[in-house]
Structures are given as C-alpha cells and as structure tokens.
C-alpha cells in the first residue's frame, strides 16, 4: 500500500500472500455465508469454505521449485493442491476449472513459463479452515 493505493511490488511478482502479513479480523462472520471478503492485497479469500491464500507461483522451493511439470498440469486439470492424489481441493477463487480444458502444450508452456520468473522465498500460509474463523 502506498500513499496513491495499492501498487505492484515487481519484486514480488507471482509470489503469493505474503507469509508475514496478518489477516484482519472479520467483525460479523454471517456475511461470509452470503460473500467473500477480499484482503487488501487481493491474495487472500475468505468465504464459507475458510480462507485460502494466493500460492506463490515462483520457482523457489517454497512455490513451483519442487514441483514436476505433471504434477502442474495434475493441479490445473484435476483441481488438486500440489498435483497430488489425495490432497486436499484447489480453494476458491482460484479458477482451475476455467483453465483444466487447455491443451497439454498450452498448460506445458505456461509451466515453463513460471519457471523463467525472479524465485520468491515465501512460504504462504495454508488454508484456514471455516471453524477456525
């Protein structure tokens, strides 16, 4: 945030919510039922499924360093956290579904793509489940 509003900090870019910042209270969680509350930021969501944070995107081993190319793909077609069987679902608002139909070589490119962007050490936060608001 700075003194015209919120900028991009291009150091930053595609890291996901910051791992230090704190979420603000939620005053009147019945809203939640009917909406979803955006941090300032935009990287982090809450609404009935809890709060889940924007994932860092980077090639740092806190984001994308570890992963394989399948287990992207996995992730985007699938709907699954870190492209594995049994993990728990991509969140809202992240619209994996929107993106699942995209050809092997599109998916493919967009990975090595990520790949070739500035690592960001950021370990963002896991998700918050709803009882824990």
Known sequence: MTERGPEIDPNRRLSGHPAEQPLAPI????VLKDYALFSMGL????????TSFAA???PDDTGLGNWTEAQFIKAIREGKSKGMDGARPLLPPMPWVVYKNLSHEDLSSIFAYLQTIAPVKNAVPNPVPPSAL
Not at 27 to 30: F, G, H, N, T
Not at 43 to 50: E, K, Y
């Open 56 to 58: 860092n995107l980077t």
């Open 27 to 30: 005053a009147d969680k019945s």
């Open 43 to 50: 990287t982090s969501t809450t609404g009935p499924w809890g």
